[in-house]
């Protein structure tokens, strides 16, 4: 009988029946809820196409996000108060509320759905609702994101310095979900506490460093520090949120759709990217986070 090789793998294996479960759950959900007509806009059969160069960014025409979706909300600061007299989530239709009641531990099926993507965008970062939300959709397609060499910077903490926008990277090891979490989380607090706008990505993907393939043996959780976007969200061929930082474009009109390139991509993403001297500064300071102290 075969030996597992990973730890990794014996999670895997112990979960694989649920995130098929859970899979088929969330699916035929969207679906009932699609056929109930619940959805703003729809979602199927969009045009895609990935953009010639070195990092295959997904374009996706999605018109209906342009023109039917809920006005967004003005940022003015990651501090902003919660407004309870605007939307939030308390406001959500019961009808439109899926299954809500997940049992102890399927947070970890989530990490076995090979082509799910789950984002978070802080205000002032593309948010559009002043509530705390995730955002979590399927996409087809591969990203190089996934498997885009790293550089460890201190502890479990790695930079990737080669993508359009830097950022820092954590993964999941040995199935230890609630360490993953805290470092994410010792980050993203960071950040917020000194108004520094930033974007979340989880997604499967190739174990972290420089030497990296295709093979998704882990999860990968980048957060994105970047420029602030003040007021309400300007709405160009694609706003800078966290699918966009990780390689999915989805493309608001016709005609920037198809003429959109990497080059121009690179552009439009480059916007969020923070001056140069001040990634340096927060690397050492995020690199300190994670460093050791005696006691």
């Known amino acids: 009988m075969r030996k597992r090789s990973t730890v990794m793998e014996c999670i895997e294996d112990q979960f694989q029946i649920n995130s098929v479960w859970l899979d088929t759950l969330l699916q035929s959900r969207w679906a009932v809820a699609k056929g109930n007509g619940y959805f703003l806009y729809d979602l199927d059969q969009l045009e895609s196409r990935v953009l010639s160069g070195q990092y295959g960014f997904v374009s996706q025409l999605n018109m209906g996000r342009a023109n039917l979706r809920r006005k967004p909300q003005e940022m003015m600061s990651l501090s902003q108060p919660f407004d309870k007299q605007k939307f939030n989530f308390t406001k959500v239709k019961s009808r439109e509320i899926g299954d809500a009641k997940a049992r102890r531990g399927e947070d970890k099926m989530l990490f076995c759905l090979m082509s799910l993507l789950v984002g978070y965008n802080s205000l002032c970062a593309s948010a559009s609702v002043n509530h705390l939300h995730f955002h979590a959709y399927y996409l087809e397609h591969k990203l190089r994101l996934q498997s885009e060499p790293t550089k460890e910077l201190?502890?479990?903490?790695?930079?990737?310095?080669?993508?359009?926008?830097?950022?820092?990277?954590?993964?999941?090891v040995?199935?230890?979900?609630?360490?993953?979490?805290?470092?994410?989380?010792k980050v993203a607090e960071y950040l917020h506490n000194r108004e520094i706008a930033h974007n979340v990505c989880?997604?499967?993907?190739?174990r972290l460093g420089?030497?990296?393939?295709?093979?998704h043996n882990t999860l990968r959780a980048f957060i994105w520090p970047r420029r602030s976007v003040y007021g309400v969200k300007p709405v160009d061929a694609f706003n800078v949120a966290f699918s966009e930082l990780a390689g999915h474009l989805p493309i608001m009109n016709e005609t920037e759709f198809d003429k959109l390139s990497e080059e121009s991509a690179i552009d439009a993403l480059q916007q969020a990217k923070l001056p140069s001297e001040k990634f340096q500064s927060l690397q050492k300071d995020v690199s300190d986070l994670f460093i050791e102290r005696p006691t």
């Open 210 to 215: 420089d030497d990296t393939d295709f093979t």
């Open 202 to 206: 989880l997604t499967r993907g190739s």
């Open 154 to 172: 201190s502890g479990p903490c790695h930079v990737m310095l080669s993508w359009p926008v830097p950022g820092f990277v954590f993964q999941l």
């Open 174 to 185: 040995e199935g230890d979900v609630m360490t993953l979490a805290r470092n994410v989380y």
